[in-house]
């Protein structure tokens, strides 16, 4: 089974903190993925990579940075965090992308619910 | 603006009863359609994938049905458990050679009630 693993299940943090979200995916998958998830809102991508050292915007990256040092690594950055990134985020991975193919197929971690305070 | 609708937005059902969750589209052109369970404080569980050229993929008692004319998707739960208790998310890919561009449904939260 695929396993996408998350640092850390819950956070807390002051206002102005550089914090670090880690993830780990162990099948060796090309893509990963951070998502920050919101009541009323769903999910919405902050940031992705198909390959390492490799990264692209997805539709909210403001506040945020990345890095994929390593294929299996995927790591979110807040430069400084600010209440209005309190929220639940979800890294995922997949092996393929584009077209029909079952591949795409995202898998999701446990989540990291973080708390700016 | 949302490409994909879900509806309800939560449902109440007695255990063992049977419950269809509904999603709507606008994506186009489309490639494929995946419903997603969510525990509570979980990341999402893929249930099933469909392209645009199948109709139904059955997961357990989990069963999606797809019109890819109208738009519309399904997801049907046949005798209710408990552990059903979750939220469900429709998630559409459009047709692209950009895997990561996927539109996410709200999601419908199901209560399972003995």
């Known amino acids: 089974d695929v396993k996408v693993t998350q640092s850390s299940r819950y956070l807390v943090k002051r206002t102005g903190e550089k914090v670090f979200l880690e993830c780990v995916q162990d099948m060796d998958h090309e893509n990963m993925f951070w998502y920050r998830q919101d009541p009323g809102l769903g999910l919405r991508l902050i940031y992705f990579?198909?390959?390492?050292?490799?990264?692209e915007k997805g539709d909210i990256p403001e506040g945020y940075s990345v890095s994929r040092e390593k294929k299996e690594r995927f790591s979110l950055i807040l430069e400084s965090a600010s209440t209005n990134q309190t929220s639940m985020y979800l890294c995922?991975?997949?092996?393929?992308?584009?077209?029909?193919?079952?591949?795409?197929?995202?898998?999701f971690g446990a989540g990291t619910r973080l708390s700016v305070l | 603006k949302n490409q994909v609708e879900q509806s309800p937005q939560s449902l109440i059902i007695l255990e063992g009863k049977n419950c269809t969750l509904q999603c709507n589209y606008t994506v186009s052109p489309f490639s494929n359609l995946r419903w997603y369970k969510q525990d509570t404080g979980r990341g999402p569980v893929s249930l099933t994938i469909m392209t645009f050229s199948e109709n139904t993929k059955s997961n357990g008692r989990y069963t999606a049905t797809l019109d890819a004319d109208t738009k519309q998707s399904s997801l049907h739960i046949t005798a209710s458990q408990l552990s059903d208790s979750a939220s469900y998310i429709c998630v559409v890919s459009p047709n692209s050679n950009s895997g990561y561009a996927l539109n996410f449904g709200k999601g419908t939260s199901l209560l399972v009630t003995p």
């Open positions: 995922a991975s997949s092996l393929g992308r584009g077209g029909t193919s079952a591949k795409n197929i995202q898998y």
């Open positions: 990579s198909y390959d390492v050292k490799m990264k």
